[in-house]
């Protein structure tokens, strides 16, 4: 196989200001990796390359420079494997992904087909939460309804954006509407919590039995987050925390310090699929609970996420709700229907 590459440079534009305690974003830079067979060119395979600002290690300004030269690589002939080890992308999680899931593509047809499972075949549904984005209490409240009016038996609530009582009031506010037993509800504060006031804050959001919380306190302190998952009244859920820890032997010793109850794995932000299947592996032998979340990628690479994700025994709702943030979105058979995200075999992809 001489493999042939390029890549496309496309922004995607949110419906609204997507907030988190971090700030607001209005539009997304990300780029998609063709990759084909110079035998037979008709048939592409895509990844997307979707780093984060703020998040990803690899939403670097080089990025481009970085692309350039992984087609020059590819091209040239020396890559007909796709050798990633020989790429460097060790640095480079989001490219990574995309090339990952766009050779798994090409070698499926270039049908955007990335695992031939009960999903992709249409017979199946994922359950997922729905998302609540940070902003005033009248449009968190807004969210709400229309997710709970929508199926949903899973929320999850960015917090730490507003003050901290009135996120308390949204949350007794729902839970009014609706029980334990009938909704579960996570929260992502994405570190906003400083260390010194985090299990007060814990505590005053286990009265409304909350699932889990994502990242309370920010990344990199260790010792700090060990102490909260060992006392926390609220189970706790690792995610930045991941994210640049790439080497195995870090993995585990982050896992084995901190022993979180979860962790949640974000392939562009992780370093693709065989890293996330690690990460899976490594969090099962230590009886530590996960789940797959997409990081505002398209629907090329939400769909990448959810064939992977859909290749095991999921019993937990996902984060896979992302594909309809945007305006432009690229069209596809990703459906929601109750909570659920479908496959649709009754639907096209759109070009790119």
């Not at 997507?18 to 060119?41: C, E, M, N």
Request: net charge negative; charged share 20%.
């Amino acid at each position: 196989m001489a493999l042939q590459c390029t890549y496309i440079p496309y922004t995607l534009d949110f419906k609204f200001d997507a907030r988190t305690s971090r700030g607001a974003i209005s539009q997304h830079q990300v780029f998609y990796i063709k990759l084909w067979d110079a035998a037979d060119p008709t048939i592409i395979g895509i990844g997307e390359c979707a780093p984060l600002a703020g998040l990803s290690i690899d939403h670097r300004p080089d990025i481009e420079q970085k692309l350039s030269e992984v087609c020059q690589t590819i091209n040239s002939g020396k890559a007909d494997t796709l050798d990633m080890d020989m790429l460097e992308l060790q640095e480079w999680p989001a490219l990574l992904f995309a090339l990952e899931t766009a050779l798994q593509d090409l070698q499926n047809g270039g049908k955007r087909l990335i695992y031939k499972n009960a999903f992709s075949n249409g017979e199946a549904g994922i359950s997922i939460n729905g998302l609540v984005w940070m902003g005033d209490k009248e449009f968190m409240q807004q969210q709400i309804t229309q997710k709970l009016a929508q199926g949903y038996s899973c929320l999850k609530l960015k917090i730490g954006g507003l003050d901290f009582t009135t996120e308390l009031e949204i949350l007794q506010s729902i839970r009014e509407t609706a029980s334990e037993s009938e909704l579960t509800i996570r929260v992502d504060a994405n570190g906003a919590f400083a260390p010194d006031q985090a299990f007060k804050k814990l505590e005053r959001l286990a009265k409304f039995n909350i699932h889990s919380i994502e990242q309370p306190i920010k990344q990199g302190q260790w010792k700090a987050m060990a102490e909260l998952c060992a006392y926390t009244p609220v189970p706790i859920a690792l995610d930045e925390e991941l994210i640049g820890v790439q080497l195995a032997d870090k993995q585990t010793e982050l896992l084995d310090t901190i022993n979180p109850q979860y962790i949640i794995l974000k392939p562009t932000l992780v370093g693709g699929l065989k890293a996330s299947a690690t990460w899976i592996e490594l969090a099962e032998k230590s009886n530590i609970g996960w789940w797959i979340t997409s990081a505002l990628e398209s629907n090329i690479g939400l769909n990448a996420i959810s064939h992977f994700t859909a290749n095991y025994n999921i019993t937990m709702p996902q984060g896979l709700g992302t594909g309809q943030l945007y305006h432009n979105n690229i069209a596809s058979p990703l459906q929601i229907e109750q909570g659920k995200l479908w496959y649709s075999m009754l639907q096209e992809w759109g070009k790119l």
